[in-house]
């Protein structure tokens, strides 16, 4: 429960002095950076005063404490008031805030995640992070379940009009809704004002109503009055049975002032540039807030003093529970050992040489196979799909566990709907969550669905893994609109994107049969500071790789490419991923029967295969040797290996509706074009 109740709670006249303290800092840090967005952050200000000063528990010495509860910012426009509040819990200096979104500071324009900082989630795209908190929400019950009371934290949500408006708040509250996230709390910060217009102009909807059709529990305040939010929360906080929405109406740019002391609150234009070019009066208005126009960056004495005696409850509360924690470890060594294994981010032992493929069958089906081994050697594994389990092969993993309900949250399985971005989004919150390694699957086409979240997860540097099935036209019958083209092309390139610790910013395994799948699963699993794509096919594939000691192969995959057949000084280098890699072996048995001598080379991950030494790329790549690529995506996509001294087969259309053989046939993926397409090259 809170630490604050209805006999000691803190005054109003207190805590409406710590909200004005919140909005002048917002409104100082943004003028002086001549950017930034004002209104929203001075109205958002009261609702995240009363949860840091009473509600939320943490531990202010060890940020990553795993039991803390955890607040999720949706709207990363109103990075003010976040910063502004942590700075009064003392994770900002005034220097951090004077310092808003200039080079090398610890306050961008949206706020990154710094879990040492109390920011929990990147933010900034409209939706998403609400969304997160859903996940880390399902995560939280997931690790209530397993271990009971020790791990019982609440996860707190802040959207804006903007995040309900985004398709995504429909995945995100209807799931919620149906899993009964009774631990997950969301503020919609309802001041009806967006960017450009009044909320007016372009909705008319029932949020209430919406959120209670999705078996959500609904109350309506004055956004700005302390009492009703605190009475809100108690409220919430009692709920048992669903997920609280508190729809706060709150004023845009609350206390704003012109220069003849007339109201400015409420306007559009205070949205997103300074109050001074919005047309209100700065001085004025800190003035009338209780602050000093002349040095506006200071923490009021009664303000400080609230926040050190929160801080030092908070530091009892959690002694209290490292007490708890410590005597539950004493009783369940066995239990412990596990939760602190989960939390630590580490790669679980698993023995991958247990794993035993048959041959000459799909990749989807290989990683099926992979994923019934890991359902059943992984604890905190949880795998989603997003309406395909059986088709994507995610069911491998579903078939050793169940999924999870509003009244089992013991499965490790999360049926997601016909949702893919929701679906990401919630899996990258389990991530974000800690504790849980997530995986989701969908046909790969769909990726396009998930794009946002894919770009998210690789900025915050999430290690979650998208498996991606149907790689290519051989999806077949189903015709153009399920065939992707010119996705691999475009998830590729976040490889060659680097996150700012100067990584590849994805990993991205495209692999060429079913051997090569367990070894891009365990690429995967390894991966423990990006997220992993898994590129897999419909149809099966002639296994390539079996002529290969287990060693070689491994060390070719973690590599990212690899020599799978070398003649003796070869005149031409053949390369490819995915099932082409199997085509390009077709066509080197024609080739060399006419003593033509290659090498052909498999490349699951370009990006991976850069990070290697020259010397191991030359030997895999031979300098002054043609090269011929085959890709089903677009030629670009293997441009950067093949380069200007050779040439590549790909597609450069949409695909068609046929059984997938005929496409082979029609679209030139076959042993004797590619014996044609080499003759030429040479």
Known sequence: MPQTNQNNMNTTSLMNRAADNIRILAAAMVEKANSGHPGGAMGGADFINVLFSEFLEYDPENPSWEARDRFFLDPGHMSPMLYAQLCLTGKFTMDDLMNLRQWGSVTPGHPERCVERGIENTSGPLGQGHTFAVGAAIAAKWMNTRFGAIHNPTIYAFISDGGIQEEISQGAGRLAGHLGLNNLIMFYDSNRIQLSTGCEEVTSEDVAQKYEAWGWYVQEIPGNDPDAIRDALLHAKEESRRPSLIIGHTTMGKGCLTEDEQSFENKCSTHGQPLSKAGASIAKTIAHLGGNPDDPFQIFPEVKQLYDERAAALRELANRRYNAFYLWQQANPTQAAEYEAFFSGETPCID????????????RAASATVLSYLAENVGNMIVSSADLSNSDKTDGFLKKTHALTRNDFSGQFLQAGVSELTMACVCIGMSLHGGIIPACGTFFVFSDYMKPAVRMAALMQVPIIFIWSHDAFRVGEDGPTHEPIEQEAQIRLMEKLKNHNGQNSMLVLRPADAEETTLAWRAALENTTTPTGLILSRQDITSVTTQLEPQELAEGVRKGAYIVHRDDNPQVVLLASGSEV???????????????????????????????????QNNVLPQGIKRFGLTAGLPCTLEGLVGENGCIWGLESFGFSAPYKVLDEKLGFTAENVYQQVKSLL
């Open 352 to 363: 991958w040489s247990k794993i035993q493929q048959k041959a000459n069958t799909s990749t």
């Open 582 to 616: 199997a085509t390009l072996m077709a066509g080197a048995e024609l080739l060399r029967k006419e003593g033509v001598r290659l090498q052909v080379v498999s490349v699951p991950s370009e990006g991976r295969f850069r990070q290697q030494d020259i010397d191991y």
